[in-house]
């Protein structure tokens, strides 16, 4: 069998259909500081695992922004007695998925692979994070690769605007720096830093790993130890809370484009917070739902000043934000960002309607089974929930708590989120008042 067929046919098995309302979560006992969910599915054979390591931006060291990032690039850069060449050999001869990504308080680790590679997968993970080369040649072409990501993004907009508003909203906090990093950081790093970073935030403390598909418990416990039995018991000091967030006003950095782009938001609300799940509702009515939003319904489809417009509920595990973006044209955005304020202001005085909420829920909790379709689904799932430090039962009381919430839970959850007076905007782009433009 091919290898490009035997990717596809894995591809094909890791997204089947699973039965989502059967979906029981397992939690084993994890002997040094981990955390494990397991959902035993054996309708194809396929086993997709997700794993949270403490190893996220926010551990980046002053003035080497993009430590996470750089050293996490390079844990499929080889390993042991396989340089880059062989361990991606060794990955692709078994149709092995594996995949990080680093964030701000973890990078995640992802395997997808038949099950009867499953050994294989789990020892080279194991062998890299273990064994890691960090070869000089993998480093200076990842270093490479990073810095050009970064310089491309110095012309794009929307990038312009998240970096610029990260850095105003958290003043100074390690969540305001990309978690790419910037390009001294990313210069100033050493082989000795992304040694150092790997052995500390590689570790077993803190660690949360999410598995689903065709393996009974025995035998994932084997997997697991081959996979991380190796690596330091150790955990990372906690990631210090911002102080203030939110840096209210416009804020406009310059650049030659059409189309200029706002990023705009508010400090939000903690996930263990009583009032997440009605901020969760309420957020999707103001601006999360789609074409069913009070702001795309205000922007769009009334004034035709932008193409899309949405917020979320940015939630790390030190800080909360509600978060939004628009672009349009440049004599639009001093109107656009006016309507933004007024629909946000109205919605803080009225609430929704009961059709609004009505419909809200109708969506939330009929479109929750879509992210348990497949085992990847599942285990990238589930490391979410483990990751905002839910319960493993909040699968099953997840529908019924949005179910719960009231027109009077909106109303009260947008009075102490919502406030436009607080709005942070940064503007990647030129404005153009539309007036001015007349004379």
Same mark, same amino acid.
């Given at each position: 069998?091919?290898?490009?067929?035997?990717?596809?046919?894995?591809?094909?098995?890791?997204?089947?259909?699973?039965?989502?309302?059967?979906?029981?979560v397992?939690?084993?006992?994890?002997?040094?500081?981990?955390?494990?969910?397991?959902?035993?599915?054996?309708?194809?054979? !396929?086993?997709?695992?997700?794993?949270?390591?403490?190893?996220?931006?926010? +551990?980046?060291?002053a003035?080497?922004?993009?430590?996470?990032?750089?050293?996490?690039?390079?844990?499929?850069?080889?390993?042991? &007695?396989?340089?880059?060449?062989?361990?991606?050999?060794?990955?692709?001869?078994?149709a092995?998925?594996?995949?990080?990504?680093? =964030?701000?308080?973890?990078?995640?680790?992802?395997?997808?692979?038949?099950?009867?590679?499953?050994?294989?997968?789990?020892?080279?993970?194991?062998?890299?994070?273990?064994?890691?080369r960090?070869?000089?040649?993998?480093?200076?072409r990842?270093?490479?690769?990073?810095?050009?990501?970064?310089?491309?993004?110095?012309?794009?907009?929307?990038?312009?605007?998240?970096?610029?508003?990260?850095?105003?909203?958290? &003043?100074?906090?390690? +969540?305001?720096?990309?978690?790419?990093?910037?390009?001294?950081?990313?210069?100033?790093?050493?082989?000795?830093?992304?040694k150092?970073?790997?052995?500390?935030?590689?570790?077993?403390?803190?660690?949360?790993?999410?598995?689903?598909?065709?393996?009974?418990?025995?035998?994932?416990?084997?997997?697991?130890?081959?996979?991380?039995? =190796?690596?330091?018991a150790?955990?990372?000091?906690?990631?210090?809370?911002?102080?203030?967030?939110?840096?209210?006003?416009?804020?406009?950095?310059?650049?030659?484009?059409?189309?200029?782009?706002?990023?705009?938001?508010?400090?939000?609300?903690?996930?263990?917070?009583?009032?997440?799940?009605?901020? +969760? !509702?309420?957020? +999707?009515?103001?601006?999360?739902?789609?074409?069913?939003?009070?702001?795309?319904?205000?922007?769009?489809?009334?004034?035709? $000043?932008?193409y899309?417009?949405?917020?979320?509920?940015?939630?790390?595990?030190?800080?909360?934000?509600?978060?939004?973006?628009?672009?349009?044209?440049?004599?639009?955005?001093?109107?656009?960002?006016?309507?933004?304020?007024?629909?946000?202001?109205?919605?803080?005085?009225?609430?929704?309607?009961?059709?609004?909420?009505?419909d809200?829920?109708?969506?939330?909790? =009929?479109?929750?089974?879509?992210?348990?379709?497949? &085992?990847?689904?599942?285990?990238?799932?589930?490391?979410?929930?483990?990751?905002?430090?839910?319960?493993?039962?909040?699968?099953?009381?997840?529908?019924? $708590?949005?179910?719960?919430?009231?027109?009077?839970?909106?109303?009260?959850?947008?009075k102490?989120?919502?406030?436009?007076?607080?709005?942070?905007?940064?503007?990647?782009?030129?404005?153009?008042?539309?007036?001015?433009?007349?004379?």
């Amino acid at each position: 069998m091919s290898t490009r067929f035997l990717t596809a046919t894995m591809f094909a098995l890791a997204l089947a259909p699973c039965a989502a309302n059967a979906v029981t979560v397992l939690t084993p006992q994890a002997p040094k500081g981990e955390q494990v969910w397991f959902v035993e599915d054996h309708t194809v054979p !396929v086993i997709a695992m997700t794993a949270a390591f403490p190893a996220g931006s926010a +551990y980046d060291p002053a003035g080497k922004a993009g430590l996470a990032a750089f050293t996490a690039a390079l844990l499929d850069e080889g390993a042991g &007695n396989k340089n880059s060449t062989a361990f991606h050999a060794a990955l692709a001869d078994k149709a092995i998925q594996l995949s990080v990504s680093p =964030g701000r308080d973890y990078t995640t680790v992802s395997i997808i692979t038949l099950s009867e590679n499953a050994k294989d997968a789990f020892a080279l993970l194991g062998l890299a994070l273990t064994k890691a080369r960090f070869d000089e040649d993998a480093i200076n072409r990842v270093r490479a690769q990073l810095l050009t990501s970064i310089h491309q993004g110095d012309d794009d907009p929307p990038t312009v605007a998240s970096r610029g508003f990260d850095q105003v909203f958290f &003043n100074g906090h390690p +969540y305001g720096h990309p978690v790419d990093g910037d390009p001294a950081g990313i210069a100033a790093i050493t082989p000795d830093d992304i040694k150092n970073f790997a052995h500390t935030h590689w570790v077993r403390g803190g660690l949360r790993i999410a598995v689903s598909g065709d393996v009974d418990q025995a035998t994932l416990n084997t997997l697991l130890n081959s996979a991380f039995g =190796g690596i330091p018991a150790i955990t990372p000091p906690p990631v210090p809370p911002p102080g203030k967030l939110g840096a209210p006003g416009l804020h406009v950095i310059p650049m030659p484009v059409p189309q200029p782009t706002a990023l705009f938001g508010l400090p939000g609300i903690l996930r263990a917070d009583p009032d997440f799940i009605p901020a +969760y !509702v309420a957020n +999707y009515i103001l601006g999360g739902g789609g074409f069913s939003s009070r702001l795309m319904k205000d922007v769009r489809e009334q004034r035709g $000043l932008t193409y899309d417009i949405d917020t979320s509920l940015a939630t790390y595990r030190k800080a909360g934000a509600v978060a939004g973006d628009v672009a349009t044209r440049a004599d639009g955005m001093k109107q656009t960002l006016d309507v933004i304020r007024s629909t946000m202001a109205k919605f803080v005085d009225e609430g929704p309607t009961q059709k609004e909420l009505d419909d809200a829920k109708t969506f939330l909790t =009929g479109s929750f089974p879509l992210a348990f379709a497949s &085992n990847a689904g599942i285990s990238a799932q589930l490391n979410a929930f483990q990751r905002a430090g839910l319960p493993a039962d909040y699968v099953i009381k997840r529908n019924a $708590l949005i179910e719960a919430v009231t027109v009077d839970d909106v109303k009260r959850v947008s009075k102490r989120l919502f406030n436009p007076a607080r709005l942070t905007i940064v503007v990647a782009g030129t404005m153009v008042d539309p007036k001015a433009a007349k004379h």
